[in-house]
């Protein structure tokens, strides 16, 4: 087998392992194979046999315990059995003591470049408020996400933290617990006509902020990378901001520049190896057909390295011929990795104050409806001035 067939390898691994579940060749609490058993029987990546694995905790069909294993979950027990996040665990208490206050976090995936400062912030915040979380990953599916609160509201949480799956389309669930009033806060982006609190990143001033950035290099021929908008609000109002930025410095905004159609970093599609090399042949071509483009905005951390690949493999240099700006970047202070010029979120603090104003909202107080904090420009090593002999 291999990772190269029409159909995504993670997705046959979770169909013969949950059909060995059912059959009861694994019966209840026996181990099962492990990451790299699997990705060794498959020969395929441990990133493609996690997500397997990762799938069949989802519905509940094995329960991983962090350094023993994964094991066949019992459908008698509920699944405030085991949640794991990287190395820290949430376990949602007995609800019998009603003393204890639970939120359930919902998010779609989280990383390094972005993500685990949410739920950083979100747990030091319930510590110091006493409180516990319990969390779940949609991946990017609105149906997961659908799921996984009702699942969350049966299981008797106080209060729900919604990062909202990428899409236009918003579950029901949501618009159910607005109308009764249910102590609900978003996270990351707001729902258009959806009156629920939210806190997000000011996406469109520091769009704006890194696209002047850029006008401040010389660059005017920038393309904007991007995955579809489809309505999220996150997209969207980048988009506005490198709009705005342009009208301010009566530069024509060229949107035959741009590439919106990439679809391997969304959640649902992520570390298909197919989709990232379709998604890195487009951008090639792209630039082939524009060879007038000295700066690539990337929209996020995943895309910006989908460019440099891309250019790389075009023979060019970054900055010399091209840059590239986005929004998040994984630290590089413990050695490794590249420091893209980017936009740095402030993650800890949109999740201390989602759990903030969840509580706030149980204890009936008011929350503002929209909170924007501010973005911080971190100059790395994939920006300088513009090419002009490129133009």
Request: glycine fraction near 8%; proline fraction near 5%.
């Amino acid at each position: 087998m291999n990772e190269t067939s029409s159909r995504p390898m993670y997705e046959k691994i979770f169909d013969e392992v949950k059909q060995q579940i059912v059959t009861q060749v694994y019966k209840v609490g026996e181990r099962i194979p492990s990451e790299k058993e699997l990705a060794d029987a498959y020969n395929v990546s441990r990133i493609t046999s996690k997500k397997a694995l990762e799938m069949l905790a989802g519905e509940q069909l094995i329960v991983r315990k962090p350094g023993r294993g994964s094991f066949v979950a019992d459908p008698a027990v509920d699944f405030n059995e085991a949640e794991e996040l990287n190395s820290v665990q949430y376990k949602t208490p007995a609800r019998a003591n009603k003393d204890i206050t639970t939120i359930g976090v919902v998010i779609t995936d989280f990383g390094n470049s972005y993500g685990t400062g949410l739920i950083y912030g979100m747990e030091k915040a319930s510590r110091d408020h006493d409180c516990f979380l319990v969390l779940r990953r949609s991946l990017g599916i609105p149906a997961n996400e659908e799921v996984a609160i009702q699942k969350m509201l049966d299981h008797g949480v106080d209060g729900l933290i919604v990062f909202p799956a990428q899409g236009e389309y918003f579950n029901a669930e949501i618009l159910k617990l607005v109308i009764q009033r249910f102590p609900l806060v978003l996270v990351d982006r707001y729902l258009k006509g959806v009156a629920a609190a939210s806190i997000s990143t000011d996406n469109a001033a520091a769009a704006a902020k890194a696209t002047e950035y850029l006008f401040g290099l010389g660059h005017t021929h920038i393309s904007f990378l991007s995955p579809p908008p489809d309505d999220t609000t996150a997209v969207e109002d980048r988009i506005e901001g490198f709009i705005q930025a342009h009208a301010q410095r009566g530069v024509i905004v060229d949107k035959g520049l741009w590439v919106n159609d990439l679809m391997s970093t969304l959640p649902d599609s992520f570390n298909d190896p197919n989709n990232v090399e379709r998604d890195i042949e487009r951008l090639i071509d792209h630039l082939k057909q524009n060879p007038a483009i000295t700066a690539l905005f990337a929209i996020e951390y995943n895309i910006a390295l989908l460019a440099k690949t891309a250019v790389e493999r075009l023979g060019l240099q970054i900055p010399q011929d091209i840059s590239i700006v986005c929004f998040d970047s994984p630290p590089t202070h413990l050695g490794g990795g590249y420091s893209f010029t980017h936009m740095r979120q402030n993650e800890e603090e949109m999740g201390g104050i989602a759990v903030e104003n969840v509580l706030s909202i149980m204890n009936g107080q008011s929350v503002p409806n929209k909170i924007k904090l501010e973005a911080t420009l971190v100059i790395g090593e994939s920006t300088g001035p513009a090419n002009i002999s490129r133009l």
